[in-house]
Nanobody, 125 residues
Framework: QVQLVESGGILVQAVGSLRLSCAAS????????MGWFRHSPGKEREFVAA????????YYADSVKGRFTISRDNANNTVYLQMNSLKPEDTAAYYC??????????????????WGQGTQVTVSS
């Protein structure tokens, strides 16, 4: 069982920056591919970014490529999402997710088994 707790979501102005964190309570964190998704009212849940269990590969949605960076600290069981040049359309609840051990990168929510409760990011214009 993997428990995930996100933090860092706040109200921020457009073109600002924000870093989200996701702490995982699992001893073998380094074996899990991790992802970030977001969901805003009236829209389907959207893939944002993923990082492989080896941290050697990352994958981004086109809408955030070049603005967001996903990274992980396996020593501290934490995955991060650095968000720069924020836009009002980035407003959403952001969720951290973990796949099964040693799975490859994925952008579909069905590929992830464990989910956090989410943290709200609001970007004002």
């Amino acid at each position: 069982q993997v428990q995930l707790v996100e933090s860092g979501g706040i109200l921020v102005q457009a073109v600002g920056s924000l870093r989200l964190s996701c702490a995982a309570s699992v001893r073998t964190f380094s074996s899990y591919t991790m992802g970030w998704f977001r969901h805003s009212p009236g829209k389907e849940r959207e893939f944002v970014a993923a990082i492989s269990w080896s941290a050697g590969r990352t994958y981004y949605a086109d809408s955030v490529k070049g603005r967001f960076t996903i990274s992980r600290d396996n020593a501290n069981n934490t995955v991060y999402l650095q968000m720069n040049s924020l836009k009002p359309e980035d407003t959403a609840a952001y969720y951290c997710a973990a796949s099964l051990p040693f799975k490859g990168l994925g952008s579909r929510s069905s590929e992830y088994v464990y989910w956090g409760q989410g943290t709200q990011v609001t970007v004002s214009s």
